[in-house]
Nanobody, 122 residues
């Protein structure tokens, strides 16, 4: 049974930091690109970041560039996303998911985690 499990969410004040982790269970993560997506209340799910399966090339949406950093540890079967200088507009449910290569085209993502809440407020 294959599964992705997100951890590290919670509540922070604006300007604070969180680190999200995505752990693969039941399969080897190193052969997949891994993306982070988020969904705010009443909004469509949007791509946040992605990291490739070959040279670990990153992608970030413009609004998080310079604040978020995606990385992977294939030996540990984990992808992480460090989030710094968080702002209220970063609030939402965050999901990690696998894809065959670096992309933010949602239909290419296969296995999805259950999602984890990130709340940024005063």
């Amino acid at each position: 049974q294959v599964q992705l499990v997100e951890s590290g969410g919670g509540w922070v004040q604006p300007g604070g930091s969180l680190t999200l982790s995505c752990t693969a269970v039941g399969f080897t993560l190193e052969y997949y690109a891994v993306g982070w997506w988020r969904q705010a209340p009443g909004k469509e799910r949007e791509g946040v970041s992605c990291i490739s399966n070959n040279y670990q090339q990153p992608y970030y949406r413009d609004s998080v560039k310079g604040r978020f950093t995606i990385s992977r540890d294939n030996a540990a079967n984990i992808v992480t996303m460090q989030m710094d200088n968080l702002q209220p507009e970063d609030t939402g449910v965050y999901y990690c998911a696998t894809a065959p290569r670096l992309t933010m085209y949602r239909p290419h993502f296969g296995t999805w985690g259950q999602g984890i809440q990130v709340t940024v407020s005063s």
